[in-house]
Nanobody, 123 residues
Framework: QVQLEESGGGLVQAGDSLRLSCACS????????MGWFRQAPGKEREFVGT????????IYVESVRGRFTISRDNAEKTVYLQMNNIEPEDTAVYYC????????????????WGRGTQVTVSS
């Protein structure tokens, strides 16, 4: 069973930076494609970005491209979401997710999910 635990959320001001982490419990981390999703108040959960198993390929939603960066440390079994120039519209619960095989922007393709970490951005 793959268990994921996010951390690093908090209250920040617009323009700040924040790094979220997602730790994975299993040793097969290198087989997992990792994704980040978020859910803002009153909205459906949406795709933020994903990273392939090697860390060489990433995909981002247009609204965060150039501001957010996903990376992974396979030795530490951790994936990161570096958030720069944060905007109030980035306020959401951020979820880490995992799947096998290829990268995907589709929520239903991810089998394993963390519980989320809250990011709140004040203007």
């Amino acid at each position: 069973q793959v268990q994921l635990e996010e951390s690093g959320g908090g209250l920040v001001q617009a323009g700040d930076s924040l790094r979220l982490s997602c730790a994975c419990s299993v040793g097969t981390f290198t087989l997992l494609v990792m994704g980040w999703f978020r859910q803002a108040p009153g909205k459906e959960r949406e795709f933020v970005g994903t990273i392939d198993r090697s860390g060489n390929d990433t995909i981002y939603v247009e609204s965060v491209r150039g501001r957010f960066t996903i990376s992974r440390d396979n030795a530490e079994k951790t994936v990161y979401l570096q958030m720069n120039n944060i905007e109030p519209e980035d306020t959401a619960v951020y979820y880490c997710a995992a799947r096998f095989l290829a990268v995907s922007p589709h929520e239903h393709d991810y089998r394993y999910w963390g519980r989320g970490t809250q990011v709140t951005v004040s203007s």
